[in-house]
């Protein structure tokens, strides 16, 4: 049986998305140097499953997976308001220009290679969690400051 866990609200969550076990083993085995919580997905719509019931902190998308690629994957979260601000990093053997071109036109956020090394997961992950966390701590300092300011005026239009 497995021992459950308390969860850490502190602790970001990266959603690793695969269609291969291999792939996804070694993904996550590479996460573990990494200060967070991670959730598989095998495909596009569990992935987008998960993210609608639970947002990730971060998205690791493989490109090419049946069902639903990782650019439709990429796409639908990015036009989406609720998702649109949760950082993707796609992963592809991809290396076609059109392909890089078709990523960020996606909205993507960051490429990895395959194979992937290691040390740059750890360092791409590690900056994009970084920057979300300013983001987010941001985003919750301006609706602070905006709520102020509206209690100070009160005549103010909203």
Same mark, same amino acid.
């Given at each position: ?6 969860? +850490? ?9 695969? +269609? ?7 993904? =996550? /085995? $590479? !996460?573990? +140097?990494?200060?967070?919580? @991670? ?8 992935? *987008? ?8 902190? %971060? #998205?690791? =998308? ?14 639908? !979260?990015?036009?989406? &308001?609720? @998702? /649109?601000?949760?950082? *993707? #990093?796609?992963?592809?053997? !991809?290396?076609?220009?059109?392909? #890089?071109?078709? /990523? *960020? ?23 994009? =969690? ?11 300092? %301006? /609706? $602070? ?11 103010? &239009?909203?």
């Amino acid at each position: 049986m497995k021992k459950e866990q308390k969860v +850490d609200d502190s602790v970001a969550t990266v959603l690793v998305v695969d +269609d291969n076990k291999q792939n996804m083993e070694l993904l =996550l /085995a $590479y !996460l573990e +140097d990494v200060d967070c919580r @991670t959730v598989a997905a095998a495909n596009g719509p569990e992935a *987008i499953d998960i993210v609608e019931k639970a947002p990730p902190d %971060l #998205i690791l =998308l493989d490109v090419m997976m049946p069902k639903m690629s990782g650019f439709e994957v990429c796409k639908r !979260l990015k036009n989406d &308001a609720k @998702t /649109a601000h949760i950082p *993707i #990093i796609m992963v592809t053997a !991809l290396g076609e220009l059109g392909d #890089i071109e078709r /990523a *960020i036109n996606c909205g993507t956020d960051d490429f990895l290679s395959k194979p992937v090394n290691k040390w740059e997961l750890i360092t791409r992950v590690r900056t994009m =969690l970084k920057l979300k966390h300013l983001t987010d701590k941001l985003e919750r300092t %301006l /609706a $602070y400051l905006s709520e102020v300011e509206s209690q100070v005026q009160p005549g103010r &239009a909203q």
